[in-house]
C-alpha cells in the first residue's frame, strides 16, 4: 500500500483532554477512525501521535492526505 485508503472526505471532530496521547490512523484502514487500532500491519504506514495541549475539540484528518497530519488542513475539499 502506497497510498492511504481515504477513511472519509470530512474531518473527525473529537474532544480531547489536555494532556491525553491519541494515535491517528494512517493508512485508513483502522475500524476505530480516527484512531489506529492495529490495520496498518504489514504496511509502510505507523499511527501518528498526538498530545492534546488543551481540553477542546480538534478536527482529525479522515481523508488521511493532510499535510498537517494528524489534525485536518482541508485537503479533503480537493480529492
Same mark, same amino acid.
Given at each position: 500500500m502506497?497510498?492511504?485508503?481515504?477513511?472519509?472526505?470530512? $474531518?473527525? /471532530?473529537?474532544?480531547?483532554?489536555?494532556?491525553?496521547?491519541?494515535?491517528? *490512523?494512517? %493508512?485508513?484502514? =483502522?475500524?476505530?477512525? &480516527?484512531?489506529?487500532?492495529?490495520?496498518?500491519?504489514?504496511?509502510?504506514?505507523? $499511527?501518528? /501521535?498526538?498530545?492534546?495541549?488543551?481540553?477542546?475539540?480538534?478536527?482529525? *484528518?479522515? %481523508?488521511?492526505? =493532510?499535510?498537517?497530519? &494528524?489534525?485536518c488542513d482541508?485537503?479533503?475539499?480537493?480529492?
Amino acid at each position: 500500500m502506497t497510498s492511504p485508503n481515504i477513511a472519509q472526505k470530512a $474531518p473527525f /471532530p473529537v474532544d480531547v483532554k489536555t494532556g491525553d496521547k491519541y494515535f491517528w *490512523c494512517a %493508512c485508513g484502514k =483502522s475500524a476505530n477512525q &480516527p484512531f489506529c487500532d492495529g490495520s496498518h500491519q504489514g504496511t509502510d504506514f505507523l $499511527p501518528k /501521535p498526538y498530545t492534546a495541549d488543551q481540553d477542546s475539540t480538534v478536527y482529525f *484528518c479522515g %481523508c488521511k492526505h =493532510s499535510k498537517g497530519a &494528524p489534525l485536518c488542513d482541508g485537503t479533503h475539499e480537493t480529492l
